[in-house]
């Protein structure tokens, strides 16, 4: 079964460790017949598409669990959604054969809302059009086991944003690469345009609001993959 999910405003500082630890306890509650891995210690066989990093909300994350029994799609929904707090609601569900790739290999990109306030805002707006023609856009990307300075302009696939004069607030919406070999996460993404710009990052909020997978170049949520 793979299960979409959203990570709310309430619990985006839940680091990937704890989120784990409570979709266990939650499948284990739900009384829905969830596959065990073999051993001498059984764990729950469930993997997450991407994790999402601490302080970042999540609109459509996805859960993918084994299972050993039959059940549909709204069984389980509802099975889950009696035991996990709203903040970790579920929305959707699919039923997928045991051929089914991991979705975490067919994950392609993410799109992400970002909510920019005041300061620099606008003369970053003004910028945008300029940042998205250049060819090479260098930023330093930062791993647990070096730094290394990327070309990050063919990562971002869609940005755009829409400018509220007179809140001094942008909404930017964008979608960047997020495969193994290169993967764009969305605070350097700010990083490298308020460099680009000259700007000082002003009050922001980001929220990732949809994973993708690719079939024939068009971007398909992850779970209708």
Same mark, same amino acid.
């Given at each position: ?14 680091? /990937?460790? @704890? ?6 306890? =939650?499948?284990? $509650? *739900? ?7 073999? &051993? ?54 699919? /039923?997928? @054969? ?6 975490? =290999?067919?994950? $392609? *990109? ?7 306030? &005041? ?107």
């Amino acid at each position: 079964m793979l299960l979409q999910f959203q990570k709310g405003d309430i619990v985006r500082h839940l680091g /990937l460790l @704890d989120l784990q630890r409570t979709m266990q306890r =939650a499948l284990r $509650r *739900s009384g829905l017949p969830v596959a065990y891995s073999k &051993g001498f210690n059984p764990h729950i066989v469930m993997s997450f598409a991407s994790a999402l990093s601490s302080g970042i909300p999540g609109d459509a994350e996805l859960l993918d669990v084994s299972l050993c029994g039959d059940v549909t799609e709204d069984e389980c929904l509802n099975a889950m959604n009696r035991v996990l707090p709203p903040s970790l609601s579920c929305s959707r569900g699919r /039923l997928v @054969d045991d051929r089914f790739p991991k979705v975490s =290999a067919a994950l $392609r *990109s993410a799109q992400y809302r970002i909510t920019l306030h &005041g300061g620099d805002t606008k003369r970053i707006l003004e910028c945008l059009d300029a940042f998205l023609n250049e060819e090479e856009i260098m930023a330093l990307r930062k791993t647990k086991k070096n730094e290394t300075m990327v070309n990050i302009r063919p990562m971002i696939y869609e940005l755009t944003a829409e400018y509220n004069e007179a809140a001094d607030a942008a909404v930017m919406i964008t979608r960047v690469s997020f495969i193994e070999q290169a993967t764009l996460k969305p605070d350097l993404l700010l990083e490298a345009l308020c460099t680009y710009c000259n700007a000082t990052l002003p009050s922001h909020e980001i929220r990732r609001t949809h994973l993708h997978g690719e079939i024939n170049g068009q971007a398909i949520p992850l779970i209708d993959m």
